[in-house]
């Protein structure tokens, strides 16, 4: 089996990438990703080895790269994971957001389609996407894979978008798909735009921890390794045309979060209790700020058996000691240096 992994030097794809590679030895995994900011090579250097890893750069939206490369290795099933992720960025270059998370992703539907025709037993098309479709929940209530599409940003407008057209196609030329929809993730390896991984830094750094409007936001977190392991089985195991929510049972408003972010750091820096909680500053509300976002992981729980493995406070941890002592990896990707390695590893 040839499977393309899209996305896979990102935060999430290299996670999946890792536990492809490493669980599914029979398969030809193929990491497609165009390594822009938020692509790292260094976040797979323990795989890049692998006899069953193959990494290609190229982008998405190059309509007549991606039919090539589909034609050449005739790809058995495709996990899309390759997308611009980060509201604050939409707000400011919105049409990033439609080339990448919406042509990139019929570019892809076509390939597929075109390869598979009606050829479509043991193929599958899964996409990846967000809880943040389904826009802003009040106090009370969980998105549940019925609940309405109501996207506020650029980036969940476009997500929105690219998880209809995976849709259509299922239902229009019948392509063999999955989607899910996961709340937000933490842990080793998210680039330092995000509130978890920026907060961290900051704190080293010591520098100010900007907490948008008035802090109250609330989100759901989810370690990324647990992702991982829905996807996996998700692909595997997901109904054809069904969508699985992803989530953490796991609701913090943001203040609390980074509260409790800057007393497990203080601890880990050897800081006086109290010392990085001085550097929370609030700054100006993003716009369409969504209020809150919480997840029913009923279905995937109850039809595939999933939970998430490790508890908040264990998965923060992970995620703290790991940057602690990925100082390197921090130091490349504040300074941009990251995209020297990729320049090092492919130069012909
Ligand atoms: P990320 O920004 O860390 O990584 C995205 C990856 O896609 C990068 O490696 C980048 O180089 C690559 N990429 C971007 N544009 C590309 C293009 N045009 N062609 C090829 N590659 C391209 O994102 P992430 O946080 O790992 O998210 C991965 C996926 O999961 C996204 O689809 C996102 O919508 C979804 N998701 C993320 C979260 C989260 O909390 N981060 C939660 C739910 C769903
Ligand atoms: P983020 O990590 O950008 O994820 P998303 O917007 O996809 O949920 O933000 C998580 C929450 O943290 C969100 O409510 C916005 C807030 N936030 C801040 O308060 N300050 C920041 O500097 C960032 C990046 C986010």
């Not at 476009?158 to 057209?165: G, Q, Y």
């Not at 937000?184 to 010591?206: A, M, Q, R, S, T």
Request: glycine share 8%.
């Amino acid at each position: 089996m040839n499977i393309l992994i899209t996305g896979g030097a990102g935060f999430i794809g290299s996670h999946v990438v890792r536990r492809f590679v490493n669980t599914h030895r029979e398969y030809n995994i193929y990491n497609l990703d165009a390594l822009t900011y938020a692509g790292n090579l260094e976040n797979l250097r323990d795989i890049e080895d692998a006899p069953n890893y193959h990494f290609i750069k190229g982008d998405i939206v190059d309509e007549g790269f991606i039919k090539g490369l589909f034609e050449k290795h005739r790809f058995d099933g495709v996990v899309h994971l390759a997308a611009e992720s980060h509201v604050d960025r939409s707000i400011t270059d919105p049409l990033a957001f439609v080339r990448t998370n919406i042509i990139g992703t019929v570019n892809l539907l076509n390939a597929a389609r075109d390869l598979w025709k009606d050829q479509t037993a043991d193929k599958r098309f899964y996409h990846v996407s967000t809880d943040e479709v389904y826009g802003s929940l009040g106090a009370e209530g969980l998105f549940t894979e019925t609940t309405s599409y109501d996207p506020n940003s650029p980036y969940s407008a476009s997500k929105a978008s690219s998880d209809h057209f995976v849709r259509a196609y299922g239902e229009t030329y019948g392509l063999p798909y999955v989607i899910s929809n996961c709340s937000n993730n933490y842990g080793p390896n998210h680039f330092p735009e995000k509130l978890v991984p920026l907060f961290i830094n900051n704190i080293i750094e010591n520098k100010p921890l900007p907490v948008y409007g008035d802090g109250k936001y609330t989100r759901d977190w989810l370690f990324v390794e647990d992702h991982a392991v829905a996807i996996d089985l998700v692909f595997h195991k997901g109904k054809n045309h069904e969508t699985y929510n992803i989530g953490g049972f796991n609701e913090w408003q943001n203040i609390d979060l980074v509260k409790l972010l800057c007393k497990l750091m203080d601890q880990k820096l050897g800081r006086d209790a109290g010392t990085s909680e001085k550097l929370i500053t609030y700054v100006k509300d993003r716009p369409g700020h969504d209020l809150r976002y919480a997840i029913d992981a009923g279905k995937i729980s109850k039809e595939l058996g999933w939970r998430p493995s490790v508890t908040f406070e264990q998965g923060l941890e992970r995620t703290i000691d790991w940057y602690l002592s990925n100082e390197e990896w921090l130091n490349h990707v504040t300074s941009g240096d990251y995209q020297e390695y990729y320049d090092k590893m492919y130069a012909q």
